[in-house]
C-alpha cells in the first residue's frame, strides 16, 4: 500500500534501518570496494600487498599471461582454464540438478497437504546443517579404501580401475547435493498451485502421458526452474568447500584458486582480481535472466493485448 | 444534542501516491459536529469515508485544510495526543491481551492510578456486557462479542469523540439490528460524539442525528435524516438513498412539463423558467387511480406488479417510456389491483414533488 | 479424476533416490561415529567411545567455546538490528528495495569472495584476525537470516493493532513495546534461531579469519579433515548436525505460533 509520508515518519524509518546500513555498507560494501582497489596493487614482500604501489591492471593480466624467466610475457592458460572448469562444473552441476529436482518437485506438488510439508521441511533441514560437514561425510563414502569404490570396482573390469575421490565427479557429486534443495523448492513453488486437471484435459485431448507432461507441466515449471538454475549455479560457481574436500590438486576452481592467493601464494592483487572476475561473471548470469524475464514478460504481454 | 462543536473539519484535501500515481481521495471537505451528536457518513465504496475518519484519528496527514477538536487544531497532534477513540471495522483487539486487559489498555496509557483504571474498565465492559468474559482472549470470543469488547476498549477513556468505521458490518443482520439498537443507547448514555461510518441506509437513517452524504470524495448534503430522504438536493443523494423516480422535466408557467406533455404543478419557485429539472417522485407518496381521473398527474402502463405483504409494488412505464416505481400500502387492505397491461393514472401531491436542477 | 495422472513417470522413485542422496551420507557419517574401529573401514563394534574422547579433547572444547561465544554474539547483536529493520522497512518508501538489496546482499555473493574481502578490510585498518573481527563478520550475514522472518511476521500482522495502540493514547515507543514486540516474538526467535545456526555452521568466513587460538568448531574440524580423518571428527560432526536440526526444527515450530494452520 502507498502512504503517504510525513518527513518525520521518514526519518523515524531511516534511524530504524541505520544500524543494518552501516554494518552492511562497513562489512559487504566497502570491503568490496577496497578489494576492487587491491586488485589495481601489487603483491606485497611480507604481507600480501604493497599498499604504496602503482594502480596498474597487472594483476588482471596475469590472468591470462605470465613473466617468462627473461621477462618477456608468455601467454598462461591455466587459469583461464580453471574458470572455464569452474564454469562447465557449475554447469554440470545444474544439469544434474534439473535432472534430479525437477522430477522430485513435480512428485511433491502431488501429493497431499500433509506430506507436501513434511517433504518440503525435509527438502529444506539439509541446507540449514553445516556444508563442511555434509561435504565431508561424502568424502568419507567416496575415500579410496571405502566400501563405495571397492563396489565400483567389483563391477568394472579389472583393467578399468577407478577412484571415486579428488576428480570431477566427487565435485559434481558434493556439488549438486550442497545446492539440489535450491533446485527442488523454487520449481515445487512454482507447481505448487498447479491445477491437474490441466494435465487430465491435455490427456483427454489425447496427447499421451509425455507430451502431456513436456507440453503442459514442463512450461508451468519453467520459471520455477529457471530460478533454481541461478540459485544452483551462482553458489556452484563460488563454492570453495567442496572442491577443497572433494576435488583433487588438478581440478582447481575458481574458489580455490581465490583461497590460495590469500594462503600460501600470499599474492592478494591476483586474489582480488579473481574476486572482481567471479562477481562480474555472476552479475551477468543475473542481468541475463533479467533481461530475458523482461523480454518473456513483454512477449506475454503483447500476447494479451492481441 | 448540544451546540457546542466537538469536531470541526475545514476545506480539507487529501491524496494518495505521488507523480501520476496521486489519487484525490478528499476534496475540500467541510463538516461541523455538535457536541453528543450521532453523525453518520453515508456513501458508496471508494467516497473516501475512511480516509476522513483517519485524517480525524490522526493516522494520516492532511494535504490542505484543517481539523478542529473541542475548538482545537489538531492537524500535528499524533493520534495518542488526540482525544478520540476508534472503534475498527476489524475490531483490531489486541490478540495477546484479554478482554480485561484490552478494555484497561488506553486508561494504563493515560497514566490513571491503578484502581481507577480497574474500575473503569470493567465499567466499560459492564456498559456492554461483556464482564462475564472479562479473562477471556479474543480468539475466544464470537463476532458480536470482540464488537462490544472494542466499543467498550474505545469508550473506557471517555473521548471526546467515538469514531466508528462500519462497525456492524461483519455481524448477521439480526445480531446488527440488536446492536444498532445498544450502539443508540450507549451513546446516550455515555454522552459522546458518534462519527460513524456504514454502507447501510437503514441504519443510518434510523440512528443517525444527522447524516452526511458523500460522493467521491465531496460531502454532498448534511442533514437530519427526514431532510437526506424527503429533501435532496442532488440527484446523487436521491439515487443513492432509498428507492426514487426521477423524470426529466421543463419548468413551465410556474410547473414542471413532463416530455409526455403533462403538466405537474409542484415547486419550481426556485428554478428558473424554462430550465430543465428533475422531479424526484418517492415510489410511496405516489398514488393510482383511474387515467380518466381528473387528479391524475400523469399516466402509463403496468408493466409489472408484485405484492410484497405490506405493500404492492408497481412498475408502471409512462408514455414517454420511462420507467416508473410505485408503492402502495396494504395497510388498508389490499385494495384493487390494477392488472398488468392496463393504463393508468398516477396521481402526487406537489409537496412530494422534490425539484431537482439537472 | 484419474489420479494415476498426479504421478508423472519415474518422479516417485527419483524423488526417492533424491532422499536417499540427501540424508545417506550424514546417516553414514554418524554411523561411522559409533565404530569402535579408527580405521572406520571396517564395522567392529557399537561404541560411544569417540563421543567420550571428544569431552575429553582440550582443543575440541576450546573451538566450541569460540563457536558458542561468536554464535550468540552475532545473533544477538544481528536479531537486533535485523529487528530495527524489519520494522523500519515495514512501509513503502522510495529507496526500500535497494535498501533490501543491500540488507539480503550476503545471500547472493560468494562468500568466499565477502570472506576475503572482510579479511583485507580487517588486517588494512589493523583490527587484524581472530574471535572479535569473526564474530563481527558473522554479523553481517546473520542480519538477513534474522530480518527475514521478523518481516514476514510483520507484514502478516494486522497494522490496525499499531494504529489502536496509537490510538488509545500509547505513544510510538509504547505502541512497540506493548503490542508490537509481544506480537512479534515468535518471528524474532525464529529468525534469531537461524541466524545461531548460520553462525554455528559457518566455515569459510570464520576460516579466513580465525587467528592462532582462535579456532571455531568447523574451522577445527576442517583442519583435522585435512590431516586425516579421524573418529572424533565423525562423532564431532555428528553432533553438529543433530544441534543444527534441533534448533532449526525448533525455529520452525516456534514460527508457528499464533498463525492460523493452513487449510
Ligand atoms: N493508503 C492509501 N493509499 C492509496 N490509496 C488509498 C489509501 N487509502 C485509501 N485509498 C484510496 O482512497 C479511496 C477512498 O478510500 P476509503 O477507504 O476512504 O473509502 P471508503 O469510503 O471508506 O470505502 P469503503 O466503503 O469501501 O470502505 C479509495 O479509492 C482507495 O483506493
Ligand atoms: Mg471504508
Same mark, same amino acid.
Given at each position: 500500500?502507498?502512504?503517504?509520508?510525513?518527513?518525520?515518519?521518514?526519518?523515524?524509518?531511516?534511524?530504524?534501518?541505520?544500524?543494518?546500513?552501516?554494518?552492511?555498507?562497513?562489512?559487504?560494501?566497502?570491503?568490496?570496494?577496497?578489494?576492487?582497489?587491491?586488485?589495481?596493487?601489487?603483491? $606485497?614482500?611480507?604481507?600480501?600487498?604493497?599498499?604504496?604501489?602503482?594502480?596498474? $591492471?597487472?594483476?588482471?593480466?596475469?590472468?591470462?599471461?605470465?613473466?617468462?624467466?627473461?621477462?618477456?610475457?608468455?601467454?598462461?592458460?591455466?587459469?583461464?582454464?580453471?574458470?572455464?572448469?569452474?564454469?562447465?562444473?557449475?554447469?554440470?552441476?545444474?544439469?544434474?540438478?534439473?535432472?534430479?529436482?525437477?522430477?522430485?518437485?513435480?512428485?511433491?506438488?502431488?501429493?497431499?497437504?500433509?506430506?507436501?510439508?513434511?517433504?518440503?521441511?525435509?527438502?529444506?533441514?539439509?541446507?540449514?546443517?553445516?556444508?563442511?560437514?555434509?561435504?565431508?561425510?561424502?568424502?568419507?563414502?567416496?575415500?579410496?579404501? $571405502?566400501?563405495?569404490?571397492?563396489?565400483?570396482?567389483?563391477?568394472?573390469?579389472?583393467?578399468?580401475?577407478?577412484?571415486?575421490?579428488?576428480?570431477?565427479?566427487?565435485?559434481?557429486?558434493?556439488?549438486?547435493?550442497?545446492?539440489?534443495?535450491?533446485?527442488?523448492?523454487?520449481?515445487?513453488?512454482?507447481?505448487?498451485?498447479?491445477?491437474?486437471?490441466?494435465?487430465?484435459?491435455?490427456?483427454?485431448?489425447?496427447?499421451?502421458?509425455?507430451?502431456?507432461?513436456?507440453?503442459?507441466?514442463?512450461?508451468?515449471?519453467?520459471?520455477?526452474?529457471?530460478?533454481?538454475?541461478?540459485?544452483?549455479?551462482?553458489?556452484?560457481?563460488?563454492?570453495?568447500?567442496?572442491?577443497?574436500?572433494?576435488? $583433487?590438486?588438478?581440478?582447481?576452481?575458481?574458489?580455490?584458486?581465490?583461497?590460495?592467493?590469500?594462503?600460501?601464494?600470499?599474492?592478494?592483487?591476483?586474489?582480488?582480481?579473481?574476486?572482481?572476475?567471479?562477481?562480474?561473471?555472476?552479475?551477468?548470469?543475473?542481468?541475463?535472466?533479467?533481461?530475458?524475464?523482461?523480454?518473456?514478460?513483454?512477449?506475454?504481454?503483447?500476447?494479451?493485448?492481441? | #444534542?448540544?451546540?457546542?462543536?466537538?469536531?470541526?473539519?475545514?476545506?480539507?484535501?487529501?491524496?494518495?501516491?505521488?507523480?501520476?500515481?496521486?489519487?484525490?481521495?478528499?476534496?475540500?471537505?467541510?463538516?461541523?459536529?455538535?457536541?453528543?451528536?450521532?453523525?453518520?457518513?453515508?456513501?458508496?465504496?471508494?467516497?473516501?469515508?475512511?480516509? %476522513?475518519?483517519?485524517?480525524?484519528?490522526?493516522?494520516?496527514?492532511?494535504?490542505?485544510?484543517?481539523?478542529?477538536?473541542?475548538?482545537?487544531?489538531?492537524?500535528?497532534?499524533?493520534?495518542?495526543?488526540?482525544?478520540?477513540?476508534?472503534?475498527?471495522?476489524?475490531?483490531?483487539?489486541?490478540? @495477546?491481551?484479554?478482554?480485561?486487559?484490552?478494555?484497561?489498555?488506553?486508561?494504563? #496509557?493515560?497514566?490513571?492510578?491503578?484502581?481507577?483504571?480497574?474500575?473503569?474498565?470493567?465499567?466499560?465492559?459492564?456498559?456492554?456486557?461483556?464482564?462475564?468474559?472479562?479473562?477471556?482472549?479474543?480468539?475466544?470470543?464470537?463476532?458480536?462479542?470482540?464488537?462490544?469488547?472494542? %466499543?467498550?476498549?474505545?469508550?473506557?477513556?471517555?473521548?471526546?469523540?467515538? %469514531?466508528?468505521?462500519?462497525?456492524?458490518?461483519?455481524?448477521?443482520?439480526?445480531?446488527?439490528?440488536? #446492536?444498532?439498537?445498544?450502539?443508540?443507547?450507549?451513546?446516550?448514555?455515555?454522552?459522546?460524539?458518534?462519527?460513524?461510518?456504514?454502507?447501510?441506509?437503514?441504519?443510518?437513517? =434510523?440512528?443517525?442525528?444527522?447524516? =452526511?452524504?458523500?460522493?467521491?470524495?465531496?460531502?454532498?448534503?448534511?442533514?437530519?435524516?427526514?431532510?437526506?430522504?424527503?429533501?435532496?438536493? @442532488?440527484?446523487?443523494?436521491?439515487?443513492?438513498?432509498?428507492?426514487?423516480?426521477?423524470?426529466?422535466?421543463?419548468?413551465?408557467?410556474?410547473?414542471? %412539463?413532463?416530455?409526455?406533455? @403533462?403538466?405537474?404543478?409542484?415547486?419550481?419557485?426556485?428554478?428558473?423558467?424554462?430550465?430543465?429539472?428533475?422531479?424526484?417522485?418517492?415510489?410511496?407518496?405516489?398514488?393510482?387511480?383511474?387515467?380518466?381521473?381528473?387528479?391524475?398527474?400523469?399516466?402509463?402502463?403496468?408493466? @409489472?406488479?408484485?405484492? #410484497?405483504?405490506?405493500?404492492?409494488?408497481?412498475?408502471?412505464?409512462?408514455?414517454?417510456?420511462?420507467?416508473?416505481?410505485?408503492?402502495?400500502?396494504?395497510?388498508?387492505?389490499?385494495?384493487?389491483?390494477?392488472?398488468?397491461?392496463?393504463?393508468?393514472?398516477?396521481?402526487?401531491?406537489?409537496?412530494?414533488?422534490?425539484?431537482?436542477?439537472? | 479424476?484419474?489420479?494415476? &495422472?498426479?504421478?508423472?513417470? &519415474?518422479?516417485?522413485?527419483?524423488?526417492?533416490?533424491?532422499?536417499?542422496?540427501?540424508?545417506?551420507?550424514?546417516?553414514?557419517?554418524?554411523?561411522?561415529?559409533?565404530?569402535?574401529?579408527?580405521?572406520?573401514?571396517?564395522?567392529?563394534?557399537?561404541?560411544?567411545?569417540?563421543?567420550?574422547?571428544? &569431552?575429553?579433547?582440550?582443543?575440541?572444547?576450546?573451538?566450541?567455546?569460540?563457536?558458542?561465544?561468536?554464535?550468540?554474539?552475532?545473533?544477538?547483536?544481528?536479531?537486533?538490528?535485523?529487528?530495527?529493520?524489519?520494522?523500519?522497512?515495514?512501509?513503502?518508501?522510495?529507496?526500500?528495495?535497494?535498501?533490501?538489496?543491500?540488507?539480503?546482499?550476503?545471500?547472493?555473493?560468494?562468500?568466499?569472495?565477502?570472506?576475503?574481502?572482510?579479511?583485507?578490510?580487517?588486517?588494512?585498518?589493523?583490527?587484524?584476525?581472530?574471535?572479535?573481527?569473526?564474530?563481527?563478520?558473522?554479523?553481517?550475514?546473520?542480519?538477513?537470516?534474522?530480518?527475514?522472518?521478523?518481516?514476514?511476521?510483520?507484514?502478516?500482522?494486522?497494522?490496525?493493532?499499531?494504529?489502536?495502540?496509537?490510538?488509545?493514547?500509547?505513544?510510538?515507543?509504547?505502541?512497540?513495546?506493548?503490542?508490537?514486540?509481544?506480537?512479534?516474538?515468535?518471528?524474532?526467535?525464529?529468525?534469531?534461531?537461524?541466524?545461531?545456526?548460520?553462525?554455528?555452521?559457518?566455515?569459510?568466513?570464520?576460516?579466513?579469519?580465525?587467528?592462532?587460538?582462535?579456532?571455531?568448531?568447523?574451522?577445527?574440524?576442517?583442519?583435522?579433515?585435512?590431516?586425516?580423518?579421524?573418529?572424533?571428527?565423525?562423532?564431532?560432526?555428528?553432533?553438529?548436525? &543433530?544441534?543444527?536440526?534441533?534448533?532449526?526444527?525448533?525455529?520452525?515450530?516456534?514460527?508457528?505460533?499464533?498463525?492460523?494452520?493452513?487449510?
Amino acid at each position: 500500500m502507498l502512504e503517504q509520508h510525513s518527513s518525520s515518519q521518514a526519518t523515524r524509518n531511516l534511524l530504524l534501518v541505520a544500524p543494518a546500513i552501516v554494518v552492511l555498507v562497513l562489512l559487504v560494501v566497502i570491503p568490496l570496494g577496497i578489494m576492487a582497489y587491491v586488485s589495481l596493487l601489487a603483491r $606485497g614482500e611480507g604481507s600480501g600487498v604493497n599498499w604504496s604501489s602503482n594502480i596498474s $591492471g597487472a594483476a588482471y593480466l596475469s590472468f591470462f599471461v605470465e613473466e617468462d624467466f627473461d621477462g618477456s610475457l608468455v601467454p598462461n592458460y591455466s587459469y583461464l582454464l580453471s574458470f572455464l572448469r569452474s564454469i562447465a562444473q557449475a554447469i554440470f552441476t545444474t544439469a544434474i540438478c534439473i535432472l534430479l529436482g525437477v522430477p522430485m518437485a513435480m512428485w511433491m506438488a502431488g501429493l497431499d497437504t500433509k506430506w507436501r510439508s513434511l517433504m518440503v521441511l525435509v527438502v529444506t533441514i539439509p541446507f540449514w546443517t553445516s556444508l563442511l560437514i555434509r561435504n565431508y561425510a561424502w568424502l568419507i563414502i567416496l575415500r579410496q579404501d $571405502g566400501w563405495a569404490q571397492e563396489f565400483v570396482n567389483a563391477i568394472l573390469p579389472a583393467e578399468w580401475k577407478v577412484s571415486l575421490l579428488y576428480n570431477d565427479f566427487a565435485v559434481a557429486v558434493g556439488l549438486a547435493y550442497s545446492f539440489l534443495p535450491f533446485m527442488i523448492l523454487p520449481v515445487f513453488s512454482t507447481l505448487e498451485k498447479f491445477d491437474w486437471r490441466l494435465l487430465e484435459a491435455a490427456y483427454d485431448l489425447g496427447a499421451n502421458k509425455w507430451r502431456a507432461i513436456r507440453n503442459v507441466v514442463l512450461p508451468i515449471s519453467m520459471p520455477g526452474i529457471v530460478a533454481g538454475s541461478l540459485l544452483v549455479f551462482i553458489p556452484s560457481l563460488g563454492s570453495f568447500i567442496t572442491p577443497a574436500l572433494l576435488g $583433487g590438486g588438478k581440478t582447481l576452481m575458481i574458489g580455490n584458486l581465490i583461497y590460495l592467493q590469500f594462503t600460501s601464494s600470499r599474492n592478494w592483487p591476483f586474489g582480488a582480481a579473481l574476486s572482481i572476475i567471479l562477481l562480474g561473471l555472476m552479475f551477468v548470469c543475473i542481468a541475463v535472466l533479467a533481461l530475458r524475464q523482461k523480454r518473456n514478460a513483454a512477449v506475454s504481454g503483447r500476447k494479451r493485448a492481441k | #444534542m448540544g451546540t457546542a462543536l466537538t469536531v470541526d473539519v475545514r476545506g480539507v484535501s487529501k491524496s494518495f501516491g505521488h507523480g501520476r500515481n496521486a489519487v484525490q481521495v478528499l476534496n475540500d471537505v467541510s463538516v461541523k459536529i455538535a457536541e453528543r451528536e450521532f453523525f453518520t457518513l453515508l456513501g458508496p465504496s471508494g467516497c473516501g469515508k475512511t480516509t %476522513l475518519l483517519r485524517l480525524i484519528a490522526g493516522f494520516e496527514d492532511v494535504d490542505r485544510g484543517d481539523i478542529f477538536i473541542a475548538g482545537q487544531r489538531v492537524n500535528d497532534q499524533p493520534p495518542f495526543r488526540r482525544n478520540v477513540n476508534t472503534v475498527f471495522q476489524s475490531y483490531a483487539l489486541f490478540p @495477546h491481551l484479554t478482554v480485561q486487559q484490552n478494555a484497561a489498555f488506553g486508561l494504563r #496509557m493515560k497514566d490513571l492510578p491503578r484502581e481507577e483504571i480497574k474500575r473503569r474498565a470493567n465499567e466499560a465492559l459492564e456498559m456492554v456486557r461483556m464482564s462475564a468474559l472479562a479473562n477471556r482472549r479474543p480468539s475466544e470470543l464470537s463476532g458480536g462479542q470482540q464488537q462490544r469488547v472494542a %466499543l467498550a476498549r474505545a469508550l473506557a477513556p471517555r473521548p471526546q469523540v467515538l %469514531l466508528l468505521d462500519e462497525p456492524l458490518s461483519a455481524l448477521d443482520l439480526k445480531l446488527r439490528k440488536e #446492536m444498532q439498537i445498544e450502539l443508540k443507547q450507549l451513546q446516550n448514555q455515555a454522552g459522546i460524539t458518534f462519527i460513524f461510518v456504514t454502507h447501510d441506509q437503514e441504519e443510518a437513517l =434510523g440512528l443517525s442525528d444527522r447524516i =452526511g452524504v458523500m460522493n467521491d470524495g465531496v460531502i454532498m448534503q448534511v442533514g437530519k435524516p427526514i431532510d437526506i430522504y424527503e429533501r435532496p438536493t @442532488h440527484r446523487f443523494v436521491a439515487n443513492f438513498i432509498g428507492d426514487i423516480n426521477l423524470l426529466e422535466a421543463k419548468v413551465s408557467n410556474g410547473k414542471a %412539463l413532463l416530455k409526455s406533455g @403533462h403538466l405537474v404543478e409542484c415547486d419550481v419557485s426556485a428554478h428558473s423558467p424554462s430550465s430543465s429539472v428533475s422531479l424526484a417522485i418517492r415510489p410511496e407518496r405516489a398514488r393510482i387511480v383511474k387515467e380518466t381521473d381528473t387528479e391524475a398527474n400523469f399516466a402509463g402502463i403496468v408493466d @409489472h406488479f408484485a405484492y #410484497m405483504g405490506t405493500a404492492l409494488v408497481y412498475q408502471i412505464r409512462l408514455l414517454e417510456g420511462t420507467k416508473f416505481l410505485l408503492r402502495e400500502t396494504t395497510a388498508n387492505g389490499a385494495g384493487q389491483f390494477a392488472q398488468v397491461g392496463s393504463r393508468v393514472g398516477i396521481k402526487v401531491a406537489p409537496e412530494a414533488i422534490r425539484v431537482l436542477r439537472d | 479424476m484419474k489420479p494415476s &495422472l498426479r504421478r508423472i513417470p &519415474l518422479s516417485r522413485e527419483i524423488s526417492f533416490a533424491v532422499i536417499a542422496y540427501l540424508y545417506l551420507p550424514v546417516i553414514v557419517l554418524a554411523a561411522y561415529s559409533f565404530n569402535a574401529n579408527r580405521t572406520a573401514t571396517v564395522w567392529t563394534e557399537f561404541s560411544f567411545n569417540w563421543y567420550l574422547r571428544i &569431552l575429553h579433547n582440550p582443543s575440541i572444547q576450546a573451538a566450541a567455546l569460540n563457536s558458542l561465544i561468536v554464535a550468540t554474539a552475532a545473533t544477538v547483536a544481528s536479531t537486533i538490528i535485523g529487528l530495527l529493520a524489519a520494522v523500519g522497512t515495514q512501509k513503502r518508501f522510495k529507496g526500500r528495495s535497494t535498501l533490501e538489496g543491500l540488507i539480503n546482499s550476503p545471500l547472493i555473493l560468494p562468500e568466499i569472495v565477502v570472506a576475503v574481502a572482510t579479511l583485507i578490510l580487517f588486517v588494512s585498518v589493523g583490527i587484524g584476525v581472530g574471535l572479535l573481527s569473526i564474530t563481527i563478520a558473522h554479523i553481517a550475514f546473520c542480519i538477513p537470516f534474522a530480518y527475514l522472518p521478523i518481516k514476514a511476521r510483520l507484514a502478516e500482522m494486522d497494522k490496525h493493532y499499531n494504529e489502536a495502540a496509537l490510538d488509545l493514547y500509547a505513544n510510538r515507543f509504547d505502541a512497540f513495546r506493548l503490542i508490537t514486540l509481544p506480537l512479534l516474538w515468535p518471528g524474532i526467535l525464529s529468525g534469531a534461531t537461524l541466524a545461531f545456526v548460520i553462525s554455528l555452521d559457518d566455515f569459510i568466513t570464520s576460516f579466513f579469519l580465525s587467528g592462532p587460538g582462535a579456532t571455531t568448531l568447523p574451522v577445527y574440524i576442517f583442519s583435522s579433515i585435512k590431516a586425516g580423518i579421524t573418529p572424533e571428527v565423525n562423532a564431532i560432526s555428528t553432533v553438529m548436525v &543433530l544441534v543444527s536440526i534441533v534448533l532449526v526444527a525448533l525455529s520452525f515450530a516456534i514460527n508457528r505460533i499464533g498463525k492460523p494452520i493452513r487449510r
